[in-house]
């Protein structure tokens, strides 16, 4: 414990590495709800020379992926 001038104590806090509780983080993952619950998700992943895109059906299976040059061709057939 440590006093401070006024004679008011207070506790001495550890730093969060010192604590004996050990620290869960979150998982970084998002639940995504479908409507309708048997619809597709569609992701691109945009790098710099290309774009991959991937169909997902509703219980998280792949349906296809495909890899784009990243350009206005490559954006259009991305898009079609």
Known sequence: ML???T???RPVL????LREEPVVPKPRTRKIK???PDANVVGADPHK????ASVLDCR???LGTKVFRVSGDGHRAMEA
């Open 34 to 36: 479908l409507d309708p």
């Open 60 to 62: 998280g299976g792949v």
């Open 14 to 17: 550890r730093p969060p590495y």
């Open 49 to 52: 020379r290309t774009l991959t």
């Open 7 to 9: 004679g008011i104590c």
């Open 3 to 5: 006093c401070c001038p």
